[in-house]
């Protein structure tokens, strides 16, 4: 959940059950949910472990998954949700991520963070996302 306006934000969770992935939903401090759920499967296959933090003005949602475009791996996705609902693009992050997180770094920056494996074991990487 990310708190992105003065009466509430955006909600993003994953469920396996129905149609499974991760979905992101308008929630209102005084009311709860308010909107239509929203599925974020475009070019990501098997998203988890959904994440969210204020970027400026906006949010951004990380996911692990695999890119349509190379399923071998699993990658950290990311992209930025605009005040407006629009999705950028997504960002793909890493090669046989797991154990992710981002946090809010101040105005429109945050942290991405992530446990990566490889054949000589297993290394954290730190990234710092700025918006241009």
Request: charged share 20%; glycine share 16%.
């Amino acid at each position: 959940m990310v708190w992105s306006h003065a009466d509430g934000g955006v909600y993003a969770w994953m469920t396996e059950a129905g149609d499974p992935g991760v979905y992101l939903i308008p929630w209102r401090a005084s009311s709860g949910a308010a909107g239509v759920k929203r599925k974020l499967g475009d070019g990501v296959l098997g998203a988890t472990h959904p994440r969210m933090t204020r970027f400026g003005d906006a949010a951004l949602v990380a996911v692990e998954g695999r890119a349509t475009a190379d399923t071998a791996r699993t990658v950290l996705a990311v992209r930025v949700l605009e005040p407006s609902g629009a999705l950028a693009p997504w960002m793909f992050l890493g090669g046989d991520v797991h154990a992710s997180w981002i946090a809010g770094a101040g105005g429109p920056s945050a942290i991405a963070c992530w446990t990566e494996t490889g054949g000589d074991g297993s290394r954290l990487r730190l990234v710092r996302l700025s918006r241009r």
